[in-house]
């Protein structure tokens, strides 16, 4: 089993986000397990300010591969206010616009993943153009508007190579706990056959393997 490093989990735990910790573990875990035969990097959609980017980029890491994480850093829909998601401290006291990209370069230089993650700084849509080969897998944590979240499904979850891994973030069965975007996209996973549940479930996350 891999460990996760003290002096991480102690920056984890001072880092802007929307991961809670036992989460953040369960990503690390998934992603250190995912088999050296398969090539290709860790994919991240929603950066923010690299919380759950220092699970994922210490799992690549730890197991020689690389990662991209994709984020416009100007927000999701539910980050402005008077959403209780606004965080003013993210706002440029210049443009007046949120802008994450400052927390990201900080967290990733913290935590000495710089040389092992890429930042993608655009529309998640458009860098998924950007990339044609193979991925290992594929975390979607974007935004979670309804439209947003099948057009990171529809754009992104095609290049998991078999074998690689789906992880998808705020999915709630229930619709009193959460939106529904994010189980939309995790049961039309399920429902084309192409990917399958493996483990149990961790919090918000929904872990599935892509199978076909
Ligand atoms: N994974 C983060 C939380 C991500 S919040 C954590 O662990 O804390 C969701 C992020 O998705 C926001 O930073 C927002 O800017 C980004 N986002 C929303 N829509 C996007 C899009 N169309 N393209 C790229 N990034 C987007
Ligand atoms: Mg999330």
């Known amino acids: 089993m891999a460990i996760f490093p003290e002096n991480l989990a102690e920056l984890a735990r001072g880092t802007k986000g929307f991961m809670p910790t036992k989460e953040g573990l369960a990503l690390f875990d998934l992603a250190s397990a995912i088999p050296s035969t398969l090539s290709g990097p860790i994919v991240e959609i929603g950066s923010y300010c690299g919380l759950s980017t220092i699970y994922l980029g210490e799992a ?87 439209l947003q979240e099948w057009v990171d499904y529809a754009s992104w979850a095609d290049k998991i190579t078999v074998g690689g891994l789906l992880l998808i973030h705020d999915v709630f069965e229930d619709e009193k706990d959460g939106g529904r975007p994010p189980f939309e996209i995790y049961t039309a996973a399920v429902a084309s056959k192409q990917f399958a549940t493996f483990t149990k479930d961790m919090g918000s996350l929904r872990a599935l393997r892509r199978v076909s």
């Open 60 to 146: 690549a890491r730890q197991t020689g591969r690389s990662m991209l994480t994709v984020d416009h850093h100007r927000g999701s829909e539910e980050m402005h206010p008077p959403s209780p998601y606004f965080d003013q401290s993210v706002i440029d006291p210049v443009t007046k616009r949120v802008d994450t990209l400052p927390f990201l370069r900080r967290t990733l230089e913290l935590s000495e993943l710089e040389s092992v993650v890429t930042v993608a700084i655009g529309d998640s849509a458009v860098v998924a153009g950007l990339v044609a080969d193979p991925i290992a897998c594929l975390f979607i944590d974007g935004g979670h508007g309804a």
